[in-house]
Nanobody, 117 residues
Framework: QVQLVESGGGLVQPGGSLRLSCEAS????????MSWYRQAPGKGRELVAR????????NYADSVQGRFTISRDNAKNTVYLEMNNLKAEDTAVYYC??????????WGQGTQVTVSS
């Protein structure tokens, strides 16, 4: 049974930090590109950050470049999103996403991040 379980969300003040984790099970994690997406109220889901399988190459949305860092630990089947200098506009539900092929892609259930004073 495939599972992606996110954790680490919560309420934080502007300028604060959070670390999201996504633990995977039920598939060969190391073979999958992993991403974090987010969806704010009334908006579509957008890509935040992505990390490849082998060399760990990363790419980021312009809005989070320099503030967020994605990383993975294949031994722990876990992908992380370190978020620093958080802004109100970062408020959203954050989703973990695993992709190998069109018929091998999975979503987590999401974790809420709220940035507010």
């Amino acid at each position: 049974q495939v599972q992606l379980v996110e954790s680490g969300g919560g309420l934080v003040q502007p300028g604060g930090s959070l670390r999201l984790s996504c633990e995977a099970s039920g598939f060969t994690f190391s073979r999958y590109a992993m991403s974090w997406y987010r969806q704010a109220p009334g908006k579509g889901r957008e890509l935040v950050a992505r990390i490849t399988t082998s060399n760990g190459r990363t790419n980021y949305a312009d809005s989070v470049q320099g503030r967020f860092t994605i990383s993975r630990d294949n031994a722990k089947n876990t992908v992380y999103l370190e978020m620093n200098n958080l802004k109100a506009e970062d408020t959203a539900v954050y989703y973990c996403y695993a992709f190998w092929s069109e018929d091998r892609q999975y979503w987590g259930q999401g974790t809420q991040v709220t940035v507010s004073s």
